[in-house]
């Protein structure tokens, strides 16, 4: 499976700007690593009442959706993003 689609669901704050940052410098890393283009779609809700949507309590904002499944929530580390994508761009 590849990377399709990327949601942040977040009020905009300090830790949504610093998750967004992150999602785009992994992507790039992944990119030049495999020397491919990843084409998917990014979406940022500012609405907390969607998280409900993937039964997440609101307080656990930022959460990061990729390719519709819950893939993080709250304060996540470069590394753990950066594995993530990874993960699933493997897949």
């Known amino acids: 499976m590849s990377i399709k689609k990327i949601e942040v669901i ?20 992944i990119e030049k690593k495999y020397k491919i283009k ?5 979406k940022f809700t500012k609405h907390l ?21 819950t893939e993080g929530a709250g304060n996540m580390k470069p590394d753990v993003v950066r594995a993530t994508l990874t993960r699933i761009h493997a897949e």
């Open 38 to 42: 990843i084409n998917y779609k990014f």
């Open 10 to 29: 977040c009020k905009p704050c300090d830790k949504c700007v610093a998750l967004i940052e992150m999602i785009t410098e992994s992507i790039v890393f």
């Open 49 to 69: 009442r969607d998280i409900g949507r993937y039964s997440v309590n609101a307080s656990k904002a930022p959460l990061l959706i990729i390719n519709g499944y």
